[in-house]
T-cell receptor, first 115, second 114 residues
């Protein structure tokens, strides 16, 4: 069965430091992987996705993610965190062979960036 | 502006009182879907629609209904809401029904059932 794990409920980082939000996945076929961000009282905003090709994917707001097939991971990264990056981050996967276009979401990671 | 809209944004109701949450997209997307978000569970799919008049159950469809009479609209209906349907609901749409198409989400509807 398809699944996504975000092992950290919360990540704390100081402003200016690099940040990583972890995600691992399990699918039967090739994965389509997504990161979304949810700011307080806002909807989910699309950050980036991996479909195929280069393992390093660049997205919005300076975020990037690295696809690692051998480790079945898709960690979200940013070289220098901003206080305004504080939000809830969701990793999601869609099975290439899936018939429903359904996204399977992780449980979310709360990123807190301290000034 | 390309967007997914939902109404209402906030709703407090009582057990058993039928309600509808509307969802509309202006991007001519074929695929639309409803998710609910609960703490510690992430988002789970309730229903989805591949196109007009084509709908199907997601992972947690119990207590919900949907319809897709027009391409742009995909309302979520709770015929007899119960407290366990208190949640944050998101509508989403994407251009394609398969492949790596991005799903775009609405702003969410926070529902409290007393």
């Amino acid at each position: 069965a398809q699944s996504v794990a975000q092992p950290e409920d919360q990540v704390n980082v100081a402003e200016g430091n690099p940040l990583t939000v972890k995600c691992t996945y399990s699918v039967s076929g090739n994965p389509y992987l997504f990161w979304y961000v949810q700011y307080p009282n806002r909807g989910l905003q699309f950050l980036l996705k991996y479909i195929t090709g280069d393992n390093l994917v660049k997205g919005s707001y300076g975020f990037e993610a690295e696809f690692n097939k051998s480790q079945t991971s898709f960690h979200l990264k940013k070289p220098s965190a901003l206080v305004s990056d504080s939000a809830l981050y969701f990793c999601a996967v869609r099975d290439e062979g899936g018939a429903t276009n359904k996204l399977i979401f992780g449980t979310g990671t709360l990123l807190a960036v301290q000034p | 502006e390309a967007q997914v809209t939902q109404n209402p944004r906030y709703l407090i109701t009582v057990t058993g009182k039928k309600l509808t949450v509307t969802c509309s997209q202006n991007m001519n997307h074929e695929y639309m879907s409803w998710y609910r978000q609960d703490p510690g569970l992430g988002l789970r799919q309730i229903y989805y629609s591949m196109n007009v008049e084509v709908t199907d159950k997601g992972d947690v469809p119990e207590g919900y209904k949907v319809s897709r009479k027009e391409k742009r609209n995909f309302p979520l209906i709770l015929e007899s809401p119960s407290p366990n349907q208190t949640s944050l609901y998101f509508c989403a749409s994407s251009l394609y029904t398969s492949g790596g198409g991005t799903q775009y989400f609405g702003p969410g509807t926070r529902l409290l059932v007393l």
